[in-house]
């Protein structure tokens, strides 16, 4: 039986480009679909019926038409324009660092409905966030578990004896943790404080209203973000551009600081 030719779906909307003079092809990610590209036609067009609900970081219900290369968004409504993420310029660099992850690390037309659960959750976190950094290593090591590149964090991933409470080290090469003999081999490991270990394990197994009281010093926020970028830009094998932008207002932030003192 061939597939109806319209159709209509929730979307978080990732990126989008210009087509032409008034069109865009969107980049959105699908409870049920996974991730697609998409034309909206006309979207440029000043009073486009589609206009803001097709924008990056927005959350609308769609209505799709088959297109011949594309499908083509014929309807669109917002269900949640994250008003609050757009409005703040830290957090709207946060929330495109995890549209970026999402689309770096899927491929089109393949479902994964615990993903966009996890996506559209933690759009909402960092909504009513107090620690950002929670919710962005949060979300980056349940990506890394639902796309099937969940760190081992129990057993020496060389050796599989069992880790101690020591400084241990993470291989991003191996895929988790090394025991200290066997660390201290892998020129390209790092350690690992038993604290930042502790953590990630918390982290990998609880659900984040659990996730979000853990309250971390700043060395500590520092080693888990080193540790999981460096294991997501091995997997990718490259660097976001979006980090690019994060460092950017860190050190602008510094330097306002600086100024003030």
């Known amino acids: 039986?061939?597939?109806?030719?319209?159709?209509?779906?929730?979307?978080?909307?990732?990126?989008q480009s210009k087509f032409g003079e008034i069109d865009?092809?969107?980049?959105?990610y699908t409870p049920e679909l996974g991730k697609l590209?998409?034309?909206?036609?006309?979207?440029?067009?000043?009073g486009s019926k589609l206009g803001g609900n097709v924008e990056p970081l927005t959350y609308s219900q769609l209505m799709l038409a088959r297109g011949r290369n594309l499908d083509i968004v014929t309807q669109s409504q917002t269900i949640d324009g994250f008003l609050t993420l757009k409005s703040d310029l830290w957090l709207l660099a946060y929330g495109?660092?995890?549209?970026?992850?999402?689309?770096?690390?899927?491929?089109?037309?393949?479902?994964n409905r615990p993903l966009f659960d996890l996506l559209l959750n933690a759009l909402h976190w960092l909504s009513q966030a107090d620690s950002n950094e929670v919710v962005l290593r949060y979300f980056e090591l349940h990506l890394l578990h639902h796309l099937g590149y969940?760190?081992?964090?129990?057993?020496?991933?060389?050796?599989?004896?069992?880790l101690k409470p020591v400084l241990n080290f993470f291989s991003s090469s191996q895929g988790g943790i090394l025991c200290p003999n066997c660390g201290q081999k892998d020129f390209f490991s790092r350690s690992l404080s038993v604290d930042a270990l502790k953590i990630l394990r918390l982290w990998q197994n609880c659900d984040y209203a659990t996730a979000r009281r853990v309250k971390l010093?700043?060395?500590?926020?520092?080693?888990?973000?080193?540790v999981l970028q460096e294991y997501i830009g091995y997997l990718l094998q490259r660097e976001l551009k979006s980090i690019a932008w994060l460092e950017e207002l860190r050190k602008m932030s510094l330097d306002n600081h600086g100024g003030e003192d």
Do not use: H, W
Not at 1 to 15: D, E, G, H, S
Not at 96 to 111: M, R
């Open 1 to 15: 039986m061939a597939a109806p030719r319209n159709y209509q779906t929730q979307a978080i909307v990732i990126k």
């Open 24 to 28: 865009k092809i969107l980049t959105i």
């Open 96 to 111: 495109l660092y995890i549209l970026e992850l999402v689309d770096s690390f899927t491929v089109e037309n393949s479902a």
């Open 217 to 226: 010093r700043s060395e500590l926020s520092s080693e888990l973000e080193q």
């Open 150 to 162: 969940r760190p081992e964090l129990y057993r020496c991933v060389k050796c599989n004896s069992p």
């Open 37 to 46: 590209r998409v034309v909206a036609r006309g979207a440029c067009r000043p």
